[in-house]
Nanobody, 118 residues
Framework: QVQLVESGGGLVQPGGSLRLSCAASGSIFRINTMGWYRQAPGKERELVAVITNSGSTNYADSVKGRFTISRDNAKNTVYLQMNSLKPEDTAVYYC????????????WGQGTQVTVSS
């Protein structure tokens, strides 16, 4: 089993910054992809950014140039630095850990609220 614990959400004004963290514990495969997804009210969950254990990244077009995903493999932790936040970034942000070929190895955190408002 794997547990994911997120932190760092909150309320921020437009143009501000937040940093999300997600620490994984339990049975962690060395080869994995960690990432962030978000879900706004009335919308489907969508990819924000993902990063492989080797450091390859992928971002949603809506966050490119504003958000940066990184990870510390020694700590099994993934981060999301969010800059120039916009009201449309408001959502619950979920951490995800998955194996590239084992479909059953797919875990989610409990979610952390990010609200961008003046």
């Amino acid at each position: 089993q794997v547990q994911l614990v997120e932190s760092g959400g909150g309320l921020v004004q437009p143009g501000g910054s937040l940093r999300l963290s997600c620490a994984a514990s339990g049975s962690i495969f060395r080869i994995n992809t960690m990432g962030w997804y978000r879900q706004a009210p009335g919308k489907e969950r969508e990819l924000v950014a993902v990063i492989t254990n080797s450091g390859s990244t992928n971002y949603a077009d809506s966050v490119k140039g504003r958000f940066t995903i990184s990870r510390d493999n020694a700590k099994n932790t993934v981060y999301l630095q969010m800059n120039s936040l916009k009201p449309e970034d408001t959502a619950v942000y979920y951490c995800n850990l998955r194996h590239p070929s084992l479909r059953s190895y797919d875990y989610w955190g409990q979610g952390t609220q990010v609200t961008v408002s003046s």
